[in-house]
């Protein structure tokens, strides 16, 4: 199974700044994926990161406010631009494994505070 | 759209109980069933499931899927508090690998 190191593993930003989450996979995969998990909620999906091209966003998110980078298939990058307390979550990133046992694969999260 | 639907939304038991948390979907072009445990941050895999009747266990753990009705169930026996978690069941569909998650079912396991 894929090892997925997520960084930083929390933090408190104040509103109207930018913070950038970091995912490094310890082997190339295809599909990279980001969740957003708001308190008390469970997980939305953020958007797909493609390498290569730019990133599949679902509804309800837009590339201006969370922007993602892929620049090759370890790794990807989300920012959550503007920040407001809303975007207090948690943020995860996923890499999926065709075939196997298991579909996905989550890190370690980002518990994000915006005060 | 997409729906995954758990139930109840939480639970508090005693160890040694059994329980069962249930999963129903409604999903366009299913690929499979997924049961996540998260007690922190990072949901970590316990089962997928892809075909209906076939039940998959690992310790006291179990879980088995109803393609026709559209639903799944996790049963774990014998609790104790470390299952205390939330369980998430969530959908895989079509080729491009995306989940669409539940609420969870919040499981809190008492002595």
């Known amino acids: 199974s894929a090892v997925i190191s997520q960084k930083p593993s929390r933090d408190i930003c104040q509103r109207g700044t930018s913070l950038t989450i970091q995912c490094q996979v310890d082997s190339q995969v295809t599909m990279m994926f980001w969740y957003r998990q708001q308190p008390g909620q469970s997980l939305t999906l953020i958007a797909t990161a493609n390498q290569g091209s730019e990133a599949t966003y679902e509804s309800g998110f837009v590339i201006d406010k969370f922007p993602i980078s892929r620049p090759n298939l370890t790794f990807s990058t989300l920012t959550v631009s503007n920040m407001s307390p809303e975007d207090s979550s948690i943020y995860l990133c996923?890499?999926?494994?065709?075939?196997?046992?298991?579909?996905?694969?989550f890190g370690q999260g980002t518990r994000l505070t915006v005060v | 759209e997409d729906k995954v639907v758990q139930s109840p939304l939480s639970l508090v038991v005693h160890e040694g109980d059994t329980v069962t948390l249930n999963c129903s979907y409604e999903?366009?072009?299913?690929?499979?069933l997924l049961w996540y445990k998260q007690e922190k941050k990072a949901p970590t895999f316990l089962f997928m499931l892809?075909?209906?009747?076939i039940e998959k266990k690992s310790g006291r753990l179990s879980s088995i899927l109803d393609k026709k009705e559209l639903f799944s169930i996790l049963n774990i026996t014998a609790t104790q508090t470390g299952d205390s978690a939330v369980y998430l069941c969530?959908?895989?569909?079509?080729?491009?690998?995306?989940?669409?998650f539940g609420t969870g079912t919040r499981l809190q396991v008492t002595l």
């Open positions: 999903v366009t072009n299913f690929r499979s």
């Open positions: 996923s890499v999926a494994q065709t075939g196997g046992e298991t579909e996905a694969f």
């Open positions: 892809t075909s209906s009747g």
């Open positions: 969530a959908v895989g569909t079509g080729t491009a690998s995306k989940l669409t």
